[in-house]
């Protein structure tokens, strides 16, 4: 009988299972009820974060989408206009519920190759007082860039950002759901990466490994009204120091071995790049997600291929497909994953 090979799930980060360690504090956790902030676990947490964003507060949410969310409907009200990336997370993967719920229109500026949105554009997109328009009340960035392969955006571009939307009033929130990835590429403290934005969330969920878990962090002011929001719909926890004890293990343990993500995807980007009917840029990788296309085939059938042959991807629409290193992912998987993905594209399958 032979052993059967593990398959490798590159399909997201969030695919990550918790530590041993994580496991042992989330059993031993000292809990309340956080409905009335009585959960010790998740006072920590949230204080522990706020420090390290260097924000005022911080809030534990359950995911990343509520972090947006909930962040949006605290900065804006029905009617008002959020500018968004058309390649962003809010407005792509989040089921439009800060239109649905919140009555936020979302406005829609190009996403650069480099994951940041053009100033002008921007500038150019934000409503003259008018009678007749929405009010442009928030602008939002994500960092990293899910869709773009995981770019990093530098400190440098979240001042410029900042400094034009407050010039017209409008507030920032940044979409960190993976700004530790940044932190740790820019080698760079994460509190600098954000110094400028009014409000942001980040998933302990994802690379950070935890099971479940955001935080949004913002003044005291903001997250205070964020509370509000949470409870509305109804994301106000109870022992959910359960869960707050894994974050921070995460932001203990977790956050400098992102680094061993990033060289394997670099490593996956250069080897892929090599392969026949790959496109992908090495160069473009900056932290754990590689977005590629597949050129002169059809992408849902190498994706299957690879499925069947123990490599899982996601697809992300058209060419394009996506593999994200993560903890539990080696060296040795990525060798693997490289000998597998030649073997899919040079078979002359007629299925292929
Ligand atoms: N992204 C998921 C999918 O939804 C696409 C993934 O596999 O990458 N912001 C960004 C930039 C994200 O990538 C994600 C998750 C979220 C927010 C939402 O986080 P969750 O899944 O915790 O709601």
């Not at 500018?83 to 519920?97: N, P, Y």
């Not at 650069?112 to 007082?129: F, H, K, S, Y």
């Not at 328009?133 to 602008?139: G, I, M, S």
Request: glycine share 10%; charged share 25%.
């Amino acid at each position: 009988m032979t052993t059967p090979t593990r398959t490798i799930d590159l399909r997201s980060d969030t695919v990550t299972h918790p530590t041993p360690e994580m496991r042992r504090a989330m059993a031993e956790a000292e809990v309340g009820d956080d409905g009335w902030s009585d959960d010790p676990t998740v006072n920590r947490l949230e204080a522990r974060a706020a420090e390290l964003l260097g924000k005022e507060a911080a809030m534990f949410v359950a995911s990343g989408t509520m972090g947006n969310l909930v962040s949006l409907l605290t900065h804006g009200t029905r009617g008002d206009e959020v500018i968004v990336g058309d390649e962003s997370h809010i407005l792509l993967h989040e089921v439009g519920g800060a239109s649905a719920l919140g009555g936020l229109v979302l406005r829609q500026v190009q996403t650069e190759a480099n994951g940041t949105l053009d100033l002008d554009r921007v500038e150019a997109a934000i409503r003259t007082p008018g009678l007749g328009f929405p009010t442009t009340r928030l602008l939002c960035i994500e960092n990293t860039h899910n869709r773009r392969s995981g770019r990093v955006i530098g400190p440098w571009y979240m001042s410029d950002a900042a400094s034009l939307a407050g010039g017209f009033g409008l507030a920032v929130h940044l979409d960190g759901a993976r700004i530790f990835n940044a932190s740790i590429a820019l080698d760079l403290p994460v509190a600098e990466l954000v110094q400028d934005v009014d409000s942001l969330s980040f998933c302990l969920s994802k690379g950070l490994s935890c099971p479940i878990g955001s935080v949004v962090a913002g003044t005291s002011d903001f997250i205070q009204r964020a509370r509000k929001i949470r409870r509305m719909v109804g994301g106000a926890m109870r022992q959910v120091g359960i869960l707050a004890a894994a974050g921070l293990v995460a932001l203990d343990t977790m956050v400098d071995r992102l680094k061993d993500d990033h060289d394997n995807a670099r490593r996956l980007a250069s080897g892929l790049s090599s392969l026949p009917g790959m496109r992908v840029d090495p160069e473009a990788v900056d932290t754990n997600i590689v977005v590629f296309a597949v050129v002169n085939r059809d992408a849902g059938t190498v994706a299957d291929a690879l499925e069947n042959a123990g490599v899982r991807v996601s697809r992300m629409g058209g060419p394009m497909l996506r593999m994200v290193t993560h903890y539990g992912i080696e060296e040795s998987d990525i060798d693997r994953t490289l000998e597998i993905a030649e073997t899919v594209l040079t078979s002359r399958s007629s299925a292929l």
